[in-house]
Nanobody, 122 residues
Framework: QVQLVESGGGLVQPGGSLRLSCAASGSRFNFVSMDWYRQAPGKQRDLVATITNIGSTNYADSVKGRFTISRDNAKNTVYLQMSSLKPEDTAVYYC????????????????WGQGTQVTVSA
Protein backbone atom coordinates (compact mmCIF):
# COMPACT_ATOMS: atom_id res chain seq x y z
CA GLN A 1 0.00 0.00 0.00
CA VAL A 2 1.22 3.47 -0.96
CA GLN A 3 -0.19 6.81 0.13
CA LEU A 4 0.46 10.04 -1.78
CA VAL A 5 -0.06 13.46 -0.21
CA GLU A 6 0.30 16.66 -2.24
CA SER A 7 1.06 20.11 -0.88
CA GLY A 8 2.16 23.52 -2.11
CA GLY A 9 -0.80 24.68 -4.15
CA GLY A 10 -2.31 28.12 -3.84
CA LEU A 11 -3.04 31.42 -5.54
CA VAL A 12 -0.32 33.06 -7.60
CA GLN A 13 -0.21 35.92 -10.11
CA PRO A 14 0.72 35.37 -13.76
CA GLY A 15 4.47 35.08 -14.13
CA GLY A 16 4.88 33.78 -10.60
CA SER A 17 6.21 30.47 -9.30
CA LEU A 18 5.05 27.61 -7.10
CA ARG A 19 6.58 24.32 -6.01
CA LEU A 20 4.32 21.35 -5.48
CA SER A 21 5.39 18.40 -3.34
CA CYS A 22 4.13 14.83 -3.24
CA ALA A 23 5.20 12.67 -0.31
CA ALA A 24 4.90 8.90 -0.67
CA SER A 25 4.58 6.61 2.32
CA GLY A 26 3.79 2.98 3.05
CA SER A 27 5.51 -0.36 3.14
CA ARG A 28 8.23 -1.46 0.75
CA PHE A 29 7.62 -0.55 -2.87
CA ASN A 30 9.42 0.02 -6.15
CA PHE A 31 8.39 2.99 -8.23
CA VAL A 32 8.17 2.59 -11.97
CA SER A 33 7.30 6.25 -12.37
CA MET A 34 5.89 9.22 -10.51
CA ASP A 35 3.81 11.75 -12.35
CA TRP A 36 1.89 14.99 -12.12
CA TYR A 37 -1.50 15.38 -13.76
CA ARG A 38 -3.83 18.33 -13.81
CA GLN A 39 -7.52 18.81 -14.40
CA ALA A 40 -9.23 22.12 -15.12
CA PRO A 41 -13.01 22.55 -14.82
CA GLY A 42 -14.80 20.85 -17.69
CA LYS A 43 -11.57 19.32 -18.99
CA GLN A 44 -9.93 15.91 -19.06
CA ARG A 45 -7.25 15.01 -16.55
CA ASP A 46 -4.02 15.46 -18.50
CA LEU A 47 -0.46 14.34 -17.87
CA VAL A 48 1.85 17.26 -17.08
CA ALA A 49 5.18 15.62 -16.24
CA THR A 50 6.63 12.23 -15.41
CA ILE A 51 9.86 10.92 -13.91
CA THR A 52 10.95 7.28 -14.04
CA ASN A 53 12.85 5.19 -11.51
CA ILE A 54 16.07 5.89 -13.40
CA GLY A 55 15.47 9.63 -13.52
CA SER A 56 14.34 10.22 -17.07
CA THR A 57 11.69 12.92 -17.47
CA ASN A 58 8.99 13.92 -19.93
CA TYR A 59 6.76 16.98 -20.10
CA ALA A 60 3.63 18.09 -21.82
CA ASP A 61 4.38 20.54 -24.61
CA SER A 62 2.38 23.23 -22.82
CA VAL A 63 4.77 23.28 -19.84
CA LYS A 64 8.16 22.55 -21.40
CA GLY A 65 10.74 25.11 -20.34
CA ARG A 66 8.58 26.31 -17.45
CA PHE A 67 8.02 23.26 -15.21
CA THR A 68 10.59 20.87 -13.73
CA ILE A 69 9.87 17.52 -12.10
CA SER A 70 12.37 16.02 -9.65
CA ARG A 71 12.79 13.43 -6.88
CA ASP A 72 14.57 13.60 -3.52
CA ASN A 73 17.53 11.39 -2.63
CA ALA A 74 15.38 8.78 -0.89
CA LYS A 75 13.07 8.67 -3.93
CA ASN A 76 10.02 8.98 -1.74
CA THR A 77 9.06 12.54 -2.66
CA VAL A 78 8.42 14.10 -6.04
CA TYR A 79 8.37 17.83 -6.74
CA LEU A 80 6.96 19.98 -9.49
CA GLN A 81 8.66 23.37 -9.74
CA MET A 82 6.43 25.69 -11.75
CA SER A 83 7.59 29.05 -13.06
CA SER A 84 6.29 31.66 -15.51
CA LEU A 85 2.80 30.58 -14.58
CA LYS A 86 -0.11 31.42 -16.87
CA PRO A 87 -3.85 31.61 -16.18
CA GLU A 88 -4.30 28.48 -18.32
CA ASP A 89 -2.20 26.57 -15.76
CA THR A 90 -5.09 26.90 -13.31
CA ALA A 91 -6.21 23.40 -12.33
CA VAL A 92 -6.26 20.80 -9.62
CA TYR A 93 -2.87 19.09 -9.71
CA TYR A 94 -2.69 15.39 -8.84
CA CYS A 95 0.28 13.25 -7.92
CA UNK A 96 0.28 9.77 -9.43
CA UNK A 97 2.56 6.79 -8.91
CA UNK A 98 3.02 3.55 -10.80
CA UNK A 99 4.38 0.88 -8.45
CA UNK A 100 5.63 -2.59 -9.32
CA UNK A 101 4.76 -5.63 -7.23
CA UNK A 102 6.62 -8.94 -7.22
CA UNK A 103 4.27 -11.18 -5.24
CA UNK A 104 4.78 -14.33 -7.29
CA UNK A 105 4.21 -12.50 -10.55
CA UNK A 106 4.79 -9.03 -11.91
CA UNK A 107 2.01 -6.52 -11.65
CA UNK A 108 1.65 -2.74 -11.74
CA UNK A 109 -0.40 -0.72 -9.29
CA UNK A 110 -1.61 2.85 -9.63
CA UNK A 111 -1.96 5.34 -6.77
CA TRP A 112 -3.39 8.86 -6.73
CA GLY A 113 -3.03 11.73 -4.32
CA GLN A 114 -5.95 13.88 -3.22
CA GLY A 115 -5.07 16.84 -5.43
CA THR A 116 -4.03 20.41 -4.71
CA GLN A 117 -5.54 23.53 -6.26
CA VAL A 118 -3.36 25.90 -8.26
CA THR A 119 -4.96 29.18 -9.30
CA VAL A 120 -3.13 31.66 -11.51
CA SER A 121 -4.95 34.98 -11.61
CA ALA A 122 -4.23 38.68 -11.60
Amino acid sequence: QVQLVESGGGLVQPGGSLRLSCAASGSRFNFVSMDWYRQAPGKQRDLVATITNIGSTNYADSVKGRFTISRDNAKNTVYLQMSSLKPEDTAVYYCHAVVSSYSGSFTLLNYWGQGTQVTVSA
